[in-house]
T-cell receptor, first 110, second 116 residues
């Protein structure tokens, strides 16, 4: 499974946008970019995923670089409830596995 | 809301006891996973299954074993618990459609195991 690199931690103010970066320079052509987050004392939850094009859903947006070697998860207006560890994962499909790295711990200040 | 359940949520047990952590999902997912996570640390994949009668070891070696007799049920067993097994165990499931890249995984709430 290809590796991803994320900053260990980031801080944000409440109601401001947050951009969480992820580098994946060894991504293969068939790898999807998945993002999950883990709130304190809970199991991870799916946030968003994409292949080549930018993606939006009710939780976040995913911006994917043209060469696919990096991506950015965008939370448009951070809330206190968004404080969590965010994981960027390359997923090769149904025969692959979700391999978690250390992720980025996001703190949100009121 | 995810339909995947783990029991118990918390378990404190003595060394040498046999334990089984339960995981059930009602989504009809073929693929299921077990992860182990120590406090403040990353998740490590210890077991996974592609479907009934399929079990595979994950990236992290574990003394636990799993079985998959029914699609919806993926229990994890420790034959003889030790303090080194103290950790949180998370179960997950996802669809496993050949050729599909569009598979979101759903996680249970986890079982926090303490072996004393």
């Amino acid at each position: 499974d290809a590796k991803t690199t994320q900053p260990n931690s980031m801080e944000s103010n409440e109601e401001e946008p947050v951009h969480l970066p992820c580098n994946h320079s060894t991504i293969s052509g068939t790898d999807y970019i998945h993002w999950y987050r883990q709130l304190p004392s809970q199991g991870p939850e799916y946030v968003i995923h994409g292949l080549t094009s930018n993606v939006n859903n009710r939780m976040a947006s995913l911006a994917i670089a043209e060469d696919r070697k990096s991506s950015t998860l965008i939370l448009h207006r951070a809330t206190l409830r968004d404080a969590a560890v965010y994981y960027c994962i390359l997923y090769g499909g149904s025969q692959g596995n979700l391999i978690f790295g250390k992720g980025t711990k996001l703190s949100v200040k009121p | 809301e995810a339909d995947i359940y783990q029991t118990p949520r918390y378990l404190v047990i003595g060394t040498g006891k046999k334990i089984t952590l339960e995981c059930s999902q009602t989504m009809g997912h073929d693929k299921m996973y077990w992860y182990q996570q120590d406090p403040g640390m990353e998740l490590h994949l210890i077991h996974y299954s592609y479907g009934v009668n399929s079990t595979e070891k994950g990236d992290l070696s574990s003394e636990s074993t799993v079985s998959r007799i029914r699609t919806e049920h993926f229990p994890l067993t420790l034959e003889s618990a030790r303090p080194s097994h103290t950790s949180q165990y998370l179960c997950a499931s996802s669809e496993s459609v050949a050729g599909s890249m569009n598979t979101e995984a759903f996680f249970g709430q986890g079982t926090r195991l303490t072996v004393v």
